[in-house]
T-cell receptor
Framework: DGGITQSPKYLFRKEGQNVTLSCEQN?????MYWYRQDPGQGLRLIYY???????QKGDIAEGYSVSREKKESFPLTVTSAQKNPTAFYLC?????????????FGQGTRLTVV | ELKVEQNPLFLSMQEGKNYTIYCNYS?????LYWYRQDPGKSLESLFV?????AVKQEGRLMASLDTKARLSTLHITAAVHDLSATYFC??????????????FGQGTRLTINP
């Protein structure tokens, strides 16, 4: 079945530690996105990528980094520079072109700082 | 800057009643989405609205779009407990070179009581 797989589902980070969230898709989508959701709020865009080896900052990119070495994969690293990383992280993908594209979301990773 | 506002943010209603969630956005967009999110889960796509006057219905939910008023509504008919969830609208914003992102409303937490 085609879809977006995020792992792990739950992740705990110690202060000062970098962690990487995985996002893999087999939908052959060009565009991939990372969103952050805080309790009781909507989603905010962290980074996005339209094609392999290219990515752009979203609205809240500070303290995060990404890579796009393969079309299928768009991992997100939460660095120690991110002062408040506890949140629910959602990865999404879309065809990335044309006027009728739709974004599909993974199941999310809940990151907690301990 | 594109802003998306939903109201109400919280809605508690009785089973069998009708109600409407409103989504206003500040600048022109050619697509609007409605998503459902259950607690701790990812986003499930409900509707994609592409043009002025578009109306889509699925079961007890009906969504409409008025691009001139920059307003979308999600109408719930004869609510049932299973519809309890948080509902988000999201508007597409074009960025650069064909890239686009979704700008989300704050979400409406809907609770349907027996």
């Amino acid at each position: 079945d085609g879809g977006i797989t995020q792992s792990p589902k739950y992740l705990f980070r110690k202060e000062g530690q970098n962690v990487t969230l995985s996002c893999e898709q087999n939908l052959n989508h060009d565009a991939m996105y990372w969103y952050r959701q805080d309790p009781g709020q909507g989603l905010r865009l962290i980074y996005y990528s339209q094609i392999v080896n290219d990515f752009q900052k979203g609205d809240i990119a500070e303290g995060y980094s990404v890579s796009r070495e393969k079309k299928e994969s768009f991992p997100l690293t939460v660095t120690s520079a991110q002062k408040n990383p506890t949140a629910f992280y959602l990865c999404a993908s879309s065809i990335g072109r044309g006027s009728r594209t739709e974004a599909f979301f993974g199941q999310g990773t809940r990151l907690t700082v301990v | 800057e594109l802003k998306v506002e939903q109201n109400p943010l919280f809605l508690s209603m009785q089973e069998g009643k009708n109600y409407t969630i409103y989504c206003n956005y500040s600048t022109t967009s050619d697509r609007l989405y409605w998503y459902r999110q259950d607690p701790g889960k990812s986003l499930e796509s409900l509707f994609v609205l592409l043009s002025n006057g578009a109306v889509k219905q699925e079961g007890r939910l009906m969504a409409s779009l008025d691009t001139k008023a920059r307003l979308s509504t999600l109408h719930i008919t004869a609510a049932v407990h299973d519809l309890s969830a948080t509902y988000f609208c999201a508007v597409v914003k074009k960025i650069i070179q064909g890239a686009q992102k979704l700008v989300f409303g704050q979400g409406t937490r809907l609770t349907i009581n027996p």
